[in-house]
């Protein structure tokens, strides 16, 4: 697959609101990085997109689109693809908890 953009649907049980003083009912994602590899082996990952407090996800099941700002040869190729953890989510904690991830592009027949 040439990968063009992804989407992301937050958890569907988190809408922003306050349940105990000082701390968020949920926890959506601001920081991730898509990667991409042909072998799946450690160190042979290449980064496609990455984001940093991203403020996308503030409504329970939100669905959001991101273009893939690697910029990628037209006939790169690649057979695994992931979303890995890159930071803190929307309350402080180490977790990447989301609905949905759907990558979009151009498939091949290698």
């Known amino acids: ?9 937050c958890r569907h049980d ?5 349940l105990y003083q000082g701390m ?3 926890s ?3 920081d991730w990085i898509i990667e991409a590899s042909n072998t799946g082996q ?3 990952w290449k980064k496609l997109d990455e984001r940093k ?3 996308s996800f503030r409504i329970r099941n939100t669905t959001e689109i991101f273009y893939i700002r690697e910029k990628l040869d037209p006939n790169e190729c690649f057979k695994f ?5 890159n930071g803190k989510s929307s309350d402080d904690t180490d977790f990447l908890i989301i609905s949905a991830f759907e ?3 151009d498939l091949y027949d290698l």
């Open 14 to 18: 988190y809408d922003g609101l306050i």
């Open 81 to 85: 693809l992931r979303i890995r953890n």
């Open 103 to 105: 990558i979009y592009g």
């Open 28 to 30: 959506n994602p601001r």
């Open 24 to 26: 968020n009912s949920g």
């Open 42 to 44: 450690e160190g042979d």
């Open 53 to 55: 407090k991203d403020p």
């Open 1 to 9: 697959m040439h990968p063009t953009h992804y989407a992301i649907r």
